[in-house]
């Protein structure tokens, strides 16, 4: 007998070729290559329409956070931080949105907005607990430690 061949597509869908353009992006701003990611995202944005799944614009609004971070443009990153946890909430992807969140947290963080960070921890912890992530809890809590560093120092 012959192994049973699986049937893969020649060619992936569109939904998941924007998944993985956006998420080279992602990949590609954040190892400080910022000209090649704004080069992957700009004819993501360029058509929105061909682009509609959340999961796509989540992981697009990433890679512009990023991007903006590279440019020294973090209160524009956190707008960008702030639509992907929308869109990843709006789909019910707890891990991504917990994640994202996170990550608006300790931006927030850098811009001494305590509040903001408190906020975003909080919910993220609610998140995270529900999914029971390991690397989700260790982030949460390294991020709350750091929280609690800054407030001190704002304080004393």
Known sequence: GEAPQLLLPRRPTQQRRGILLATLANTAARTARTEHATAI????????RRWPHASIR???????????????????????????????????????AAEARLSLAALLLRLDDCAGAEFELGTARSIARKV??????????????????????MTG
């Open 58 to 96: 989540a992981l697009i609004a990433e890679a512009k956070a990023e991007i903006m971070l590279n440019e020294a443009r973090p209160e524009e990153a956190v707008r960008e931080l702030q639509a992907a946890c929308s869109f990843w909430t709006e789909i019910g992807s707890a891990f991504n």
């Open 132 to 153: 029971d992530s390991p690397r989700l809890s260790r982030r949460y809590e390294a991020l709350e430690a750091s929280l609690a560093g800054h407030k001190a120092r």
């Open 41 to 48: 995202v700009a004819p993501l944005e360029a058509d929105p």
